[in-house]
């Protein structure tokens, strides 16, 4: 489907793309890793046609991008890091805009545009200005403008960049699902992986909902998870901080404060190679490996013991404790 040999870029003195060659195959979801700078979106950009490479070939389904463009582009979908959008359309005149711009026959344009728009779940949206609308939203219209046309190969360049966590499991599994009819290549930033998997894990006593708000006002904590331990009668917690942040010292006195005292406190932080590691045996995991980490909430159990505990510390809660996203 896709082979690119000795693929070169160069910017004066700086070589961006070093002789890069890979094949690519139909059927299949592919991803580039690295950290910014190491070349995927220059890469990208060369396969697509939209910068020419200094030196080497990208072939198409047979095409050669810089010698039959026409031809080739056909073949693809692309959706860059910022998506190509202009806020002052309706998202239903974006969707007519960009199947005019890939020469959709005017027979299928309509059936098309509702099919696409239906698949990345926009159709409630057709009416809104795009300006109007959430982060996750506009990178699913993105993502439409990308798949009109059917192409069979699909491009996405950090398509899930910005988005909160509740956005990025709906963007990944739409990814997901387009590999039954399309080729689906896309890159992603190691380091912002790590960076939000740096963490705090404590155990601490005392009531849920003020254990709960003392952690919240502390700077740079970006998400709190509780899950009651009914054997040590204490609240497991991990702190999601920002990368670089050392905010042990403001946790105690918060905890002090509100008369929660802690028994455990650890700092967890992930490394480049545990976050590949990671993507790479996500899928060993998945399918029943346990995880050997001690610090993996427990789950709420209905016994009669915890249900105690909990009606003394204020309202019984559900399973989950996450906080809802706001709606993508």
Avoid at 200 to 211: F, N, Q, T
Avoid at 250 to 257: I, S, T
């Amino acid at each position: 489907m896709i082979e690119v040999s000795n693929l070169v870029k160069k910017y004066g003195d700086h070589t961006a793309v070093d002789h890069l060659s890979f094949q690519i195959e139909k059927g299949k979801i592919y991803g580039f890793l690295g950290p910014n700078g190491a070349g995927k979106s220059t890469t990208m950009n060369m396969i697509t046609g939209y910068i020419a490479s200094t030196e080497g070939k990208v072939m198409i389904d047979g095409h050669d991008i810089l010698e039959e463009p026409e031809a080739a582009k056909k073949c693809i979908g692309y959706l860059p890091e910022m998506p190509p959008l202009y806020f002052d359309m309706t998202v239903l005149e974006y969707m007519k805009f960009a199947a005019d711009l890939k020469k959709i026959p005017r027979n299928q344009k309509d059936k098309q545009i509702k099919e696409v728009m239906d698949m990345v779940k926009i159709t409630d949206m057709k009416d809104r200005l795009i300006k109007n609308l959430s982060k996750g939203y506009r990178q699913r219209v993105g993502l439409a403008q990308a798949i009109l046309g059917y192409p069979e190969v699909i491009i996405l360049d950090e398509p899930t960049v910005g988005l909160d966590p509740k956005q990025i499991i709906e963007i990944r599994d739409l990814i997901k699902g387009l590999k039954q009819k399309h080729t689906v290549i896309l890159s992603s930033n190691l380091e912002r992986l790590a960076a939000g998997s740096n963490s705090l894990l404590m155990k601490v006593k005392g009531e849920k909902d003020m254990i709960r708000k003392a952690l919240e006002t502390i700077e740079g904590v970006t998400g709190v998870e509780m899950s009651y331990d009914s054997d040590e009668k204490l609240w497991k917690t991990k702190l999601s901080i920002q990368e670089n942040v050392d905010i042990r010292e403001k946790v105690f006195y918060a905890m002090a404060k509100a008369n929660c005292p802690i028994y455990e406190m650890q700092v967890k932080r992930v490394s480049l190679e545990d976050v590949f590691l990671e993507l790479t045996e996500g899928e060993k995991k998945s399918a029943g490996k346990p995880e050997s980490s001690q610090w993996k909430p427990v789950e709420d159990r209905s016994s009669e013991e915890e249900k105690t505990q909990e009606e003394k510390n204020g309202e019984p809660e559900k399973a989950s404790d996450e906080k809802e996203g706001d709606q993508s």
